[in-house]
């Protein structure tokens, strides 16, 4: 859709990130399209805002549509703050394109693309999330929908089921730390 340098320029003006400050920073958010990206980095050290861009930037400059696109993270938290980033500055993106665009000659389909743009059909989440989304969508015609088991279920199933099982818990080799 556009080119890389002017969404950096666009990133930096109307975003206010200058995402070429930090070099490792920048090669994440501009890593070919190609390379999957595990990020692993401190609290506050600007995480969410490198996934999204990184995001971003494979939808406006790379053209992958955003229902192509999956980003997970561990806490719902932070899905929940990745997703309005996306949703948010990918809105703030489009319009700032649109209507510095509009007018100009030769720009009319990348206007069309922008203007068709969804940002809600990617899918965010913390992979359990993610996986029952999954499963919900794609399940057979009528059959119940899965079920998920909360922590305290499942907890105690792994006790019951998996540790005193069978005199488990009862194995001398099983250390107490």
């Known amino acids: 859709m556009i080119n890389r340098n002017l969404f950096e320029q666009i990133v930096s003006n109307q975003l206010e990130r200058n995402i070429t400050a930090n070099p490792q920073q920048h090669s994440?958010?501009?890593?070919?399209?190609?390379?999957?990206?595990?990020?692993?980095?401190?609290?506050?050290?600007?995480?969410?805002?490198?996934?999204?861009?990184?995001?971003?930037?494979?939808?406006?400059?790379?053209?992958i549509s955003p229902n192509s696109i999956m980003v997970t993270t561990f806490t719902r938290k932070a899905a929940s703050e990745l997703r309005s980033r996306i949703l948010g500055w990918g809105d703030q993106l489009r319009n700032y394109l649109i209507n510095n665009l509009m007018g100009s000659t030769g720009y009319q389909l990348i206007i069309t693309q922008l203007q068709r743009l969804d940002f809600n059909q990617l899918f965010t989440g913390t992979i359990d999330s993610i996986a029952e989304e999954v499963l919900r969508i794609h399940r057979s015609p009528g059959s119940q929908a899965s079920v998920v088991i909360e922590d305290f279920i499942s907890n105690a199933l792994m006790i019951r089921f998996g540790l005193f099982s069978h005199g488990r818990h009862t194995n001398p080799n099983l250390k107490i730390i």
């Open 28 to 63: 994440a958010i501009s890593a070919p399209i190609n390379e999957s990206l595990f990020i692993v980095a401190g609290p506050g050290s600007g995480k969410t805002t490198v996934i999204a861009l990184r995001v971003l930037k494979l939808i406006f400059v790379d053209g």
